[in-house]
């Protein structure tokens, strides 16, 4: 290095008195002729050779080991215009081996560099928190490598160019879990998702959505769903595609079956209670295909041969519905036995198809199996004492001139046998006998639903949902019929099968 000017000097490195450059040497400070730079530090023949600091006009620096007059071994760096301060290994001036560079805005990367640039293996800390630990190239995530995301997301698996691809795991905060292909950052190829809420998709992916995903609810059978009065259905569901393909890729999403009968508005004339205006307004009606709202109305099931009152009741929540339990007075009700004449007639309790656990859990709510779920047993309970829906009805045929239904309030019902125990106990006790055997017939009558027509639906109460939608709901008409038509089919059949 030839020097041109000087403005300080030491004892060591008289620079005035230096016939050539190769005599530089010992420790000083040299300010370049264009004012730019300016070095302060050791010298060897003429070059900055050892430890010294080299400063730059806007405020950067360099300050560290030198070789030959090459920024060459440990050094820290500092940039005026970023901020940004780098301490490590340098070769001739570049960034090289393994450092430490600490960024204005928070971030750090301790790792391996190649010529100025992020590459091999490293730990990479942004702004906002988020870690990356794995190999780097040209700057960008490269390799295998495991993130950490602000959000306490975790992935770890194949990484190119800033961007998950190939093969990876990704844990989410909420309890998600996914495995599989990747491809710009989003799920795509074949995948297994095993969602929080116990949704299990394992399939094809394709730009982070199931290739074969669920789009409806199905209930299959005929549009009206005929049963005998006190018989028990078996309802069978289906998910499927938009192309009406069952989606056997999918398990676990959960359904709940509820029942409805029509909702019938309070006139504005009507002499109804203020109590029962309230409970109307309280009531949360359920929208149909068919034309009108219903109100729920309660379900019966199967445990340990008895039979316990379940009520699907709407309450105001994401998952739209939940079921409320409702205690009735458990009897001797024993289900219709099967006849092929109607669907859904008297099936009772079966542990056939692998459903040996079935009794545990009640049948309302069920999981999806391979695209399909099957509600077992299901029946509709007696209606209760003083069931809002019906007492309406007959307020309303009553004005209309039509005879009521002949439904008893539970006032009036209790009145009833307590004269009917007072009879009782004045005759005698053969007679006491004959009319309790009665009193047991009308009773096990009474406590059967009642005829008519009732809406089935069957919807999604998954939570959280999957892949944040839930399927529509869907509908079905339930017709209950009287006992005597299933007495006069059974004539009917004993006919035929005389005849032939």
């Known amino acids: 290095m030839v020097i041109k000017s000087y403005v300080r000097c030491y004892p060591l490195c008289d620079l005035r008195h230096a016939l050539h450059a190769s005599e530089i040497r010992g420790y000083g400070l040299y300010v370049y002729p264009n004012s730019f730079f300016q070095y302060e530090g050791e010298w060897k023949q003429g070059r900055k ?31 005026a215009s970023t901020g940004n301060t780098y301490s490590g290994q340098f070769v001739s001036g570049e960034l090289h081996g393994h450092g430490v560079m600490q960024y204005k805005d928070g ?12 590459e091999g293996h490293g730990l990479l800390v942004d702004k906002d928190g988020q870690t990356y630990q794995g190999t ?17 997301d975790k992935y770890e698996g194949d990484w190119i160019l800033d961007q998950q691809q190939g093969h990876g795991v990704l844990h989410c905060a909420d309890g998600t879990v996914y495995e599989g292909q990747w491809r710009n950052d989003v799920f795509n190829g074949q995948g297994t998702e095993i969602h929080c809420s116990g949704v299990i998709y394992d399939g094809l992916w394709i730009n982070g959505y199931p290739a074969a995903q669920a789009k409806k609810i199905v209930i299959l059978g005929p549009e009206v769903i005929d049963v005998i009065q006190g018989s028990a259905i078996t309802l069978h569901v289906q998910l499927q595609n938009e192309g009406g393909e069952v989606c056997e890729y999918e398990n676990g999403r959960l359904l709940e079956i ?15 209670s203020l109590f029962k205006l309230i409970e109307e307004v309280e009531r949360k009606p359920v929208k149909t295909p068919f034309g009108f709202e219903c109100i729920s109305y309660p379900l019966m099931d199967a445990v340990s041969g008895s039979w316990e009152l379940k009520a699907a009741v709407p309450i105001s929540g ?5 079921l409320a339990d409702l205690p009735i007075p458990k009897g001797d009700i024993e289900p219709e036995s099967r006849s092929d004449t109607l669907l859904g007639m008297g099936d009772a309790p079966s542990t056939e198809d692998g459903f040996e656990d079935e009794s545990i859990r009640p049948p309302t709510s069920q999981r999806v199996e391979r695209g399909c779920v099957v509600f077992r047993n299901i029946m509709l309970a007696p209606p209760p004492a003083n069931y809002q829906p019906f007492m309406l009805l007959d307020e309303l045929n009553k004005k209309r001139g039509k005879k009521p239904s002949g439904r008893i309030s539970a006032e009036k019902a209790e009145k009833m046998i307590v004269s009917q125990e007072k009879i009782v106990d004045c005759r005698s006790e053969v007679t006491a006998k004959g009319y309790k055997s009665k009193q047991d017939q009308h009773s096990t009558k009474n ?3 009642l005829p008519g027509q009732y809406v089935i639906m069957v919807h999604e109460v998954t939570m959280p949902p999957f892949l944040g939608q839930t399927l529509p709901p869907a509908f079905k008409l339930l017709r209950v019929l009287p006992e005597k038509t299933k007495v006069k089919n059974i004539k009917m059949e004993a006919v035929k099968a005389i005849s032939t």
């Open 49 to 79: 050779h050892g430890h010294g600091k080299l400063l730059f006009k806007d405020g950067s620096y360099y300050e560290g080991e030198f070789v030959d007059g090459e920024i060459m071994g440990n050094g820290l760096r500092y940039w």
């Open 107 to 118: 971030g750090k990367y301790e790792g391996e560099f190649s010529y100025g640039m992020r």
């Open 136 to 152: 780097f190239y040209n700057n960008k995530k490269h390799g295998g490598g495991k993130m950490t995301f602000k959000n306490g």
């Open 258 to 272: 509820w029942v409805g009968v029509k909702n019938h508005q309070i006139p504005a004339s009507s002499s109804t």
């Open 447 to 449: 406590s059967r639903v």
């Open 318 to 322: 994401k998952s739209g519905f939940a």
